[in-house]
Every structure is written in C-alpha cells, then in structure tokens.
C-alpha cells in the first residue's frame, strides 16, 4: 500500500511540473511574439493545457473521493470558459484593430472567393 500511494505522489508530482511548465513556456510565448492574437492563441492554449496537467496531478495525488470530483468539475468549467472567452477578446481585438495590414494580408471579397474556389 505504501508503494501505491509513492507511485501516485510521483506521477502526480510529474503531472503539476508539466504544467508549471507549460505556463512558463506559455509566459515566455506571450512576451516573445508580437502581436495581439498571437499571443491570445499562445495564451490560451497554454492555459488550456497546463492547468489540466495540473489538476490531473492534485486528482492523482488526491485519489478517488469528492475533492477530486469537485477538482473536475473545476477543469471541465475551465475548459468551457477559457476558450468562449478567448474568442471573445480576441473578437473584440480584430474588430477594433486599426493597422490589421501592419500584421497579416485582409482579403477583399474577390480574393476570397478565389481562395476558396481554388480549394
């Protein structure tokens, strides 16, 4: 029994310092890339990933019991709220960018159109 409970400290202790880094390659993304919704897309991704690396690792460390339940619930929410709110920032941000050219080629109506019949 005590050898289950260190095999289960240790997977779980491997599960969060996934995630601590993923949040650091996460922060060292969002201060390395330059514009706005690259950084959302890098952000929220990381987010996504890192903070179910660890709570997988505190339900691991935690066993089976209604702590952990709730630990999910938490993540399921989180996997739910982050990108609907992502989206919407990121929306907000396309909406009232001024200098959009300055970043990526806008198409016109035409131009989409070819693109899409070349497809």
């Given at each position: 029994m005590e050898t289950l409970n260190l095999i289960r400290l240790i997977a779980g202790c491997i599960f969060i310092t996934l995630g601590i880094i993923g949040f650091l390659l996460e922060v060292l993304g969002v201060y390395r890339l330059h514009y706005t919704l690259?950084?959302?897309h890098f952000a929220g991704s990381g987010d996504t990933l890192a903070f179910a690396e660890i709570i997988l690792g505190a339900v691991i460390?935690?066993?089976i019991?209604?702590?952990s339940a709730k630990l999910v619930l938490v993540l399921i929410?989180?996997?739910f709220a982050s990108p609907v709110s992502s989206h919407l920032i990121?929306?907000?941000i396309n909406y009232t960018e001024e200098d959009k050219e300055a970043h990526f080629h806008v198409c016109d109506e035409e131009e989409s159109k070819e693109?899409?019949?070349t497809k």
């Open positions: 690259d950084r959302m460390i935690n066993g019991n209604f702590t929410f989180f996997w990121s929306r907000l693109l899409i019949d």
